[in-house]
């Protein structure tokens, strides 16, 4: 019977984070950076692989591929979208030429740049509202929670 209240917890629990985490992303803040990613045309995938692509210049898709694990023909959508939005280079890889890497050209570093601005601007002002302990609290419980997240399934006992 214990093992089922756990089981019960876990859930209430899940379905907590899932409703504060749903209810961040719906701030204000994170609408004004919808808004500027729908003016420029921009969905949520391909601003992320932007983000990306900054993060990682001379990234391979195949890179890109891994970190949203999706498949290359996913990736290889996205980047053409990008490219043509001229947000995006593809160029060969000269260490394999059948991969192709990716850079920011100009204007995609400035919107990238701008739309991480945007973001950093609303959730510094959520932040600032918490108390120093509570930053931290809330930074070691997402923390554990991406490591989670990141770690193998666990194994029966």
Request: glycine fraction near 8%.
């Amino acid at each position: 019977m214990a093992r089922r209240t756990g089981a019960h917890s876990v859930a209430r629990d899940t379905e907590r984070l899932l409703d504060l985490l749903n209810a961040l992303g719906s701030t204000t803040f994170r609408q004004l950076l919808w808004q500027k990613s729908s003016a420029l045309d921009l969905t949520y995938a391909q601003s992320q692989v932007l983000f990306y692509v900054g993060e990682h210049p001379g990234c391979r898709m195949g890179d890109v591929g891994k970190a949203f694990a999706v498949t290359l023909p996913a990736v290889t959508h996205i980047v053409d979208r990008l490219e043509q939005k001229q947000f995006v280079a593809r160029t060969g890889d000269p260490a394999d030429r059948r991969a192709y890497v990716l850079e920011l050209t100009r204007r995609g570093s400035d919107i990238a740049g701008e739309l991480q601005a945007l973001r950093m601007r609303g959730l510094e002002r959520v932040v600032a509202r918490l108390k120093p302990a509570q930053r931290q609290q809330v930074t070691e419980g997402l923390e554990a929670l991406v490591d989670a997240a990141q770690a193998g399934p666990r194994r029966p006992a």
